[in-house]
């Protein structure tokens, strides 16, 4: 008889850790049946790699930061969270018979939903907490402790320290890698011109929010190309998320009299690339599916972002971030981030002055940037932890 598994996730980068997962559960078993239920969004990680979304979906307005403003839950609950939330609930009940497993990926929100409604055995991949935000000490209360002991096969962790903090509260929780290194593909489709030693990164977001971090930070990197004495790039790394012709729009908007070309390239997965050519050879692009050809030829990455500032640490980026003006990149996520990432985060203020001085004093100290991105690669590690999570998976099937 096939292993049934449900992934089950509740963010855009935890689906897609979710699918990754997914992806070699099915290399390594091709019978295996494997259903996705995204309870934040739609899912387009699973639907891109071919695995059906079982529930209901739905887009809130805080993108599933509820938690970090009363504004942004108020917001939701106004938009049909509660009764969402219902619904998903009772869905998963309908799914029990059809499922052997869960592998949950997140944060607290799977484990209960298993816990309240599937009551199934799990894989816990927990990538949105550390002991690193709290000074070494377990992420997690006793309850959550709790239901992992109860219904959890393993409980996969994304450093060494959570998993020495859960094993001293009897929870049977390892470390293989983080598993958003996984995560990154390189596509070669990066236009020639855009490889130069003055690449700078742009991870704007993946949600709503991620439009005003585009509007804002529009004119402070134009500025920055017209004064600095040397051809620079800007590269926006989209999120499949975000739509390419309301951010042309802003750019539009923002570069309205200036002279200012602009032209589309190929882009990977079908997509086009977006480029906006200013001032002394330097350009502005946009492009979905290039991150990892982004990150890999940035000098300095400016991220307003949860799991990609994460994947450009890992990959020995440097980084500058500051807070943004919606629920996700907070000032409190911002000093949680630079808790986790160390010194391959600097933390400006949203000024562009200071953004713009920062990434000048960056791109002028290559010593600087190569200490930096050592701090990255120690903080965020391990590629090869979603087939072993995969594997484990399997073998609590057996």
């Known amino acids: 008889m096939p292993k049934r598994v449900l992934f089950m996730s509740n963010g855009h980068g935890e689906d897609t ?15 295996a049946e494997i259903g996705a239920f995204p309870i934040v969004g739609v899912g387009n990680p699973y639907k891109s790699a071919g695995f059906p979304v079982v529930g209901p979906t739905r887009v809130m307005p805080s993108g599933g930061f509820l938690y970090q403003s009363a504004r942004y839950m108020i917001r939701d609950l106004a938009s049909g969270l509660l009764a969402l939330t219902i619904r998903q609930l009772l869905s998963l009940r309908s799914l029990r018979p059809h499922f052997d497993m869960v592998v949950g990926v997140g944060d607290n929100v799977p484990l209960f939903f298993n816990a309240l409604a599937l009551k199934l055995p799990m894989v816990f991949v927990g990538i949105a907490r550390s002991a690193r935000y709290k000074d070494g000490r377990n992420p997690y209360s006793g309850l959550e402790c709790k239901v992992m002991r109860k219904y959890c096969r393993k409980v996969f962790v994304r450093d060494p320290e959570t998993r020495d903090s859960l094993l001293r509260d009897r929870v049977d929780a390892s470390y293989a890698g983080n ?22 990164g742009v991870l704007p977001g993946s949600r709503e929010e991620a439009y005003s971090h585009i509007e804002f930070l529009l004119p402070v990197i134009g500025n920055f190309a017209r004064c600095f004495d040397e051809p620079v790039t800007f590269a926006f790394a989209l999120a499949n998320t975000l739509d390419l012709g309301r951010i042309a729009r802003l750019a539009d908007s923002a570069f309205s ?14 997509g086009e690339i977006l480029v906006y050519h200013l001032e002394n050879g330097s350009g502005i692009l946009f492009a979905r599916n290039l991150f990892g050809d982004i990150i890999s ?6 991220g307003l972002s949860g799991t990609g500032n994460e994947q450009a640490a890992g990959m020995g980026r440097p980084i500058i971030t500051f807070p943004g003006d919606g629920p996700q990149i907070t000032a409190k996520f911002v000093r949680k981030q630079k808790k986790l990432l160390g010194g391959a985060l600097s933390v400006v203020n949203r000024d ?14 290559p010593e600087r940037r190569e200490a930096m991105g050592m701090e990255g690669r120690k903080a965020i590690e391990g590629r090869g932890s979603c087939t072993e999570i995969a594997r484990q998976v399997i073998m609590a099937l057996s």
């Open 17 to 31: 850790v979710g699918a990754r997962i997914a992806m070699a559960l099915g290399n390594l078993d091709p019978g």
């Open 179 to 200: 598993p958003m290194m996984d995560c990154i593909d390189l596509s070669h489709r990066l236009p020639d011109f855009a490889r130069t030693r003055n690449l700078i």
């Open 257 to 270: 009299g200036r002279g200012v070309e602009r032209s589309t390239y190929p882009g990977a997965g079908g």
């Open 297 to 302: 030829s940035s000098a300095v990455v400016i």
């Open 352 to 365: 562009p002055g200071e953004i713009a001085g920062e990434l000048e004093r960056l791109l002028r100290d």
